[in-house]
Every structure is written in C-alpha cells, then in structure tokens.
C-alpha cells in the first residue's frame, strides 16, 4: 500500500469491570477492531492490538455494595470472565490488561504529574454534596431524589432511569445519601481541571479540517456540535476512595477521574506488553510514523476525539489518526438494557451455542458473521433472533458453506480426491472470469478494510462465493462426467472446473479469516495447508494448491440453525424482561415501604391543599414555536414557547415520546410562574403540563380547540 504506516497501535475500548458484557459491546468495538487487526496480521504489519479492564470509577464500587463484596473483588470476578469471553469469540488481543495494576496506577499519575508541572491543569473550588455520617463526598451515582421531570423517587445524580433524563445532584428534589440515608450538605472541595477551552482552535483545525474526509460522518458530527457549543474545563479528579490517588500534595483523599486514567490505560497496556515480549514502547506511543486508531461505541467519541487528544498533546505523544466509533445496536425491536434485562450478554450466547454438541467455536463465527452484516457503521441496526437464523442459513450454509463443501465432494468423487490438472489449451471465457472476479475481490476487499468498511467488505467475501456456485452450477461437472465413457477427453473440462473451484476455496480461507478465523482455520484442515497460506500476498493467487495434492474428505462448515433454536432463544429474552419487570415492582414497593430519611414515595391523591395555594399557579395557554434536541441528552427537548406577551424557553423531558417536528404549532398548558431551573446547560423558564397513561406513554394537556396564547386556565 502506498505511504504505509512503519507500525501500527489498534486499541479498543477498555470495558467496565462490573458485570458481563452484551453483544452490542461486542458489535460496537472489539469485533471491528479484530478484524481490522486481523487484516493487517495477515499483510505482516506491524501491529499491536490493546485493551483490557476499566477497574476505577463509581460503577465498580455500587456494583460492589449490590453484590455485598468489596470493590477488588468485583473486578477479580469480572475481569477473567470477560477477557475469557472474548476469548471465545475469537478476539486477538495482544494483550488484555487491567486497569487495577501497579504499572497503569504508575503511568496514569505519571502522566497526571507530567501536565501538573507543565502549568497545564487548573484547579478550582466548588461546592459539592458531603454525607457527613459517612465523612465522605458523594459522587454523582452515590446521591438520591425525587426526579425535576417525572418525580421519580428514585432518580439518582446522573440520571433518572424512569423517565431517562440526565440529571446533577442539583437538579434533584430532596437529595440523600445512598451511603447512609441522610440529607447530604454542601461542602467546599478543590479539584484540577483540564481546561479544554484553551484548545478548541487546535481541535478544530485537527478534527473538523484534517480529518474532514476520513473520519465517519457522525464522529465529526458529534465532535463539531461540542466544539461549536463551547468547549469547559473538564475535573480531572474527584473525591473517592476507590481509583488512582492524586500525586501531588494538597490532594489527600482525592482519585484521578475514571474518564482521564482508563485512556491512559492503552498506554500502560502497550507499556506491559513490551515489557512481556521484551520490546520498547516508546515507538508505538511517540513516533509519528506509528498508526493509533481507536475502536469505540459513540458513547465515547468526545472522550477519545476531544478530551484524550488534548491530553496526549500536551504529554508529548502521537495522536489518533483514526475513530471509527459505531452507532448502538438495539434487541427485537428495543434498546439493550442491562436492568430490564433486555440483552444477549457475551456469555448467554457462549453457554447456549458454542457448546461442541452444538457447532462449537464454528457458532462463534455464525455471530461475528451477522454482527458485521448489520454492524451499526452509519447508523443503530438491530440484532433480531430470525435476522441471526437467516443470515447462517440462507448465507453461510447456503452460499460460502455450500460451494466449499460441493467442490470437496466433487473432487473426492470426479478427481480421486487430489487437486487436478488446469489445461489453459481449453479454458473459456467463464475460466477467465472466475480467475478476474478473484483477483477483483483482493483489491475491493483491501480497499474496504483501509477504509473500516467492515460489513460492505464481508459482503464482497460472500459474493465471490455466490459467484463461485454460479460457476460451478454452469459448468455442471457432474453432468460432464456421465458422458466420459464416450468422450473421455471432457474430463479436462471437469479438471479445470474443479482445479479452479478449489483455488477459490483457497482463495475465500484468505478473505474470510479476518471475519470468521474459525471457519479460515477449518478449511486450512481440510485443504492439508499451514496457516502461512493466509498471508495476504497469497489472495488472488491461482497456484495455492498444488497439483496432484491430496485434499482431506469435506466437513460442513455450518450448521443449519432450527427454528425450535430460535423460538427457545426469543421465548428466554421475553421471560428476563418479565422477571425484571416483576423485580421492578418489587423494589419500588419496598421503597415505599421505607421509614428512613428517603425521599416520600409517589402517592395516588396529593396531600389535600388549600385554594389559595392552588391559586399561587399561573397556568398559561402557550403555543410551541420550535423544538429541537439538547445536545448530549437523548430525553431532552428545547422549546420555544409563545405566552402571548413573550416567548420563553422551556426544557421538557419528553424527547423520547415526541420528534420535534411532531409537536411544533401544538398548544400546550404552561406553569408560567415557576422559578428558572438550569438543565443541561440552558435556564428552563417554565414547566408544560403533561399526563402519563398506564403504559408510561406521556400526553399533552391542552385545550381542545386553539385559543390565543396567553389565555389563562382556571
């Protein structure tokens, strides 16, 4: 390839180590990036491909109070479980490391020191929430309160996940402790920054103009709408106990933030394996002609795009040269969700399928196989149990699957089993064109790969194939070989038919390995070759198997999936969801059960008022002139409201049950006389009137018929 990178650092993003992993992590990052990898094995790059275990942050220690053990235990259960998980998915790390160990404690603070010296942390003093029973800050995950949107009693510091909005401590109704159930305090607390707003003329020119015609549109998209909005300091620390303590004096109880020390985390990980294979680092990390790109989920675009490159920049070290970040995957029909068990975790799937009773490693391959035809490069796919089943039976049973297994018993049956002669004296135009649509393959395969095209590069596999079958169906050997008692000079017609069938056999272990290493690795078996021949430099090439060699007698590449398989596997997706419903009402009957300093629970009729209180409300007829999203916050809407005497701005969480453009014109019932709450960053001046319905569907109370904005309601 021309200007090819001296060497190569793939990473992929570092995943929690608080519970197992579904397929859409699988989907999103760590399958990309292995074929990716795979790819650049197979061209004898120089290569090395990096992730392992996000021990730190405030999931692990909550996970760990669920579970009633300590926070190192959670990571020592989790951690092995996942690296053995990905494992059997076929995931080649060159290392899986943890973010627990002494080496990447040692890097993260280095590297914390190293921008503290320099001048280029700021340090700044706000108030935050202190449970002084525990004598401890309270992070955002550790704080409890009534929901601003939807008066959920239990909507926590970062999130409601009832109504789905993204909340601060601030924002909530009657905060307490989950620590000790207390009303928190505010306390004064100093914390570094990294002052992001000093570099958004760097991250511009970088971002939106050097990268503007090779990084995917929605990883521009989203880093353009942060840069446009304005980029904030960013706190680098924060007060925990659990995490990477803050290297300098003045900072005692304090931790590095998860978000700047997992990133480091691809460093100390680059950093072990060298020191295992007895190499330098340094290259991968310093050296401008070493390649870094990131396989991520788009959740963690402004992490790796903006906030990680800052950071590498002012340390000294190279920056990505790309982010090939995925859309979300969703499950029948619904977004994945942990807590109403609504997923296919990594592990599910390794128990129900990859069983040697029941197709073995070969079934790993059949869901990497699907995951990459409806991998969310552009945009959320869905993963469907049917789409799974189709996909293995109409695709690589009945294509890929088919063609290798008919040209390995075809040559057992017409060839003696060994790899017969090609008379270039009879070839035709079909011959030709088989060699042609070969070699045509390489070149848009390797094209599509360079260019992270990983699902429109299978298909190209997959349709070299469909036109291998084609070939083979128009030549029809077996036909041929009926009439060679009579013309016994045919048989070079089925010698070349088969001698090329069995190249492209050959051919498609090549192409295929990086997709499916398994079913690359199986064909290797039968064809009696060593794993050499996957070598790039030998894809397109028409001499990889010798004449005369004695080929081993065929095995199904797959096996077809039954319908009682999937019915089973849709039926138990159903019966989670339900038991986590169930669970859910139990919790939040237990809540309200509670006589601790919790919030007071959700009741059927309000405490009884008195008129003149009712009286206090201004309720106003408003009309809404525009709505649009609010940037990072998927439950958000902006509204601009005409009162009639003015228009004002409110925020409303109702984003996932109306577009925009669905409610523009409508009229609404406002609360025109509520103080200005600040919600993501913009002052709601107001609040609409809506009713919910069983379902959890919300509705707008409006008049019936339209009136002028402005009109009171009584």
């Known amino acids: 390839m021309m200007n090819q990178p001296k060497r190569y650092l793939i990473t992929a993003a570092l995943p929690y180590a608080n519970g197992l992993k579904h397929i859409g992590h699988l989907a999103g990052a760590y399958l990309p990036a292995d074929i990716y990898v795979r790819y650049l094995r197979a061209q004898k790059r120089d290569v090395v491909f990096v992730c392992g275990s996000d021990e730190h942050g405030t999931a692990i220690p909550i996970q760990a109070m669920k579970e009633g053990i300590t926070a190192q235990g959670i990571i020592d259960k989790y951690h092995p479980v996942i690296q053995q998980n990905f494992e059997d998915m076929g995931i080649s790390f060159d290392i899986y490391h943890r973010t627990s160990a002494p080496i990447h404690h040692e890097t993260a603070q280095e590297f914390f020191k190293a921008l503290h010296d320099a001048g280029e942390l700021e340090t700044k003093e706000t108030e935050q929430y202190y449970d002084e029973e525990a004598q401890t800050f309270l992070a955002d995950r550790y704080i409890k309160g009534t929901c601003p949107v939807c008066a959920n009693p239990g909507a926590y510091g970062d999130q409601c996940e009832k109504c789905g909005t993204s909340l601060s401590p601030d924002e909530l109704i009657n905060p307490v402790s989950t620590l000790s159930g207390k009303q928190p305090v505010k306390k004064k607390t100093t914390h570094w920054y990294l002052p992001l707003n000093r570099h958004e003329e760097f991250l511009r020119e970088w971002i939106l103009k050097e990268h503007k015609d090779d990084w995917r549109a929605n990883v521009l998209g989203q880093c353009k709408s942060w840069i446009d909005g304005g980029l904030q300091p960013r706190a680098v620390t924060r007060d925990l106990d659990w995490g990477i303590k803050v290297p300098v004096e ?282 050499k021949m996957l070598g790039w430099e030998n894809a397109g090439s028409l001499k990889l198997l010798s004449v005369g060699y004695t080929l081993r007698a065929p095995e199904l590449l797959f096996r077809k999936i039954e319908d009682a398989e999937i019915t089973a596997q849709v039926d138990k997706l159903k019966a989670g969801l339900a038991a986590a419903t169930e669970q859910a009402k139990q919790n939040e009957t237990n809540n309200k059960v509670e006589t601790t300093n919790t919030p007071a629970p959700e009741a059927p009729v309000k405490p009884e008022i008195q008129y003149d209180d009712f009286a206090k409300l201004d309720l106003k007829v408003g009309t809404i002139v525009t709505a649009e999203k609010v940037e990072k916050a998927d439950k958000l809407l902006k509204l601009q409201v005409n009162l009639g005497f003015e228009t004002r701005t409110i925020v409303s969480g109702i984003a996932l049950h109306y577009k925009p453009e669905e409610i523009t014109g409508k009229q609404v019932v406002v609360v025109t006389n509520l103080a200005p709450r600040k919600m993501r960053g913009i002052e709601s001046q107001g609040m609409i009137l809506m009713a919910e319905d069983n379902n959890g569907k919300l509705h707008f109370v409006n008049p019936e018929e339209n009136i002028n904005p402005g009109a009171g309601v009584s």
């Open 250 to 531: 003045g900072a005692e109880g304090k931790v590095l933030y998860v978000w700047f020390d997992a990133p480091i985390g691809y460093i100390s990980a680059t950093k072990q394996w060298a020191l295992d294979q007895g190499k330098d680092w340094t290259p991968y990390w310093n050296d401008k002609e070493t390649k870094l790109v990131h396989f991520i989920g788009k959740d963690n675009i402004v992490f790796h795009c903006i906030i990680f490159p800052v950071m590498l920049k002012l340390h000294g070290n190279i920056l990505p040269a790309n982010v090939p970040a995925n859309e979300f995957m969703n499950l029948e029909g619904d977004k994945m969700s942990t807590s109403r068990n609504w997923k296919l975790e990594m592990q599910d799937y390794i128990n129900d399928f990859i069983r040697p009773e029941n197709g073995g490693s070969q079934m790993a391959d059949v869901l990497r196989y699907y995951l990459t035809t409806i991998a969310p490069e552009s945009k959320d796919s869905e993963f469907t149990w049917k789409g799974f089943q189709d996909a293995n039976n109409s695709e690589l049973v009945s294509i890929f699957g088919n063609f290798v297994n008919r040209t390995f018993v075809l040559m057992h049956k017409l060839s003696g089993g060994k790899v017969p002669p090609y008379h270039n004296a009879i070839a035709d135009d079909a011959d030709k064109k088989l060699g042609a649509d070969i070699a045509a393959a390489k070149t848009n395969i390797e094209r599509l790969l360079e260019e992270y095209k990983f699902r429109d590069a299978l298909f190209e596999v997959i349709d070299l194939a469909r036109k291998g079958n084609k070939y083979m169906q128009d030549k029809e050997p077996w036909i041929v070989a009926k009439g060679l008692a009579e013309n016994p000079e045919k048989q070079q017609l089925i010698d070349n038919c088969l001698h090329l069938c069995l190249q492209l056999t050959a051919n498609l272990a090549i192409f295929i390995n990086p997709f499916l290493p398994f079913t690359a690795h199986k064909m290797l078996g039968m064809m009696k070759v060593v794993e």
